[in-house]
């Protein structure tokens, strides 16, 4: 039986937030320097940065209640899953 695609990405999403967070408790400052240069980078390169779910996992705000998002993730050379994952 397959799975939901919405289970999926939920399921992923919050890997990478734990992952977030990992890296941050090993890391510290260092990780946390990183994740707010690469925010402020995308930020600057995409108007539309707030319609991405992974762009508010790597912050770690809160989107508005009930929020659908449009997007999950950036391009390739933009991608926050990949970014995560090298933390």
């Known amino acids: 039986m397959e799975?939901?695609?919405?289970v999926i990405i939920e399921n992923l999403a919050q890997e990478l937030a734990d992952l977030r967070v990992d890296a941050i408790k090993?890391?510290?400052w260092e990780a946390q320097?990183?994740?707010?240069?690469?925010?402020?980078?995308l930020?600057?390169?995409?108007?539309?940065?707030?319609e991405y779910k992974m762009f508010h996992i790597?912050?770690?705000?809160?989107?508005?209640e009930g929020k659908q998002f449009t997007k999950f993730d950036f391009?390739?050379?933009?991608?926050?899953?990949?970014f995560i994952?090298?933390?």
């Open 58 to 64: 790597l912050a770690g705000s809160t989107p508005e």
């Open 75 to 82: 391009p390739e050379e933009d991608s926050i899953a990949s």
């Open 43 to 50: 930020k600057l390169k995409y108007s539309d940065y707030e």
């Open 85 to 87: 994952r090298s933390l």
């Open 26 to 28: 090993r890391n510290g």
């Open 33 to 41: 320097d990183r994740i707010i240069a690469v925010a402020n980078k």
């Open 3 to 6: 799975k939901d695609p919405s």
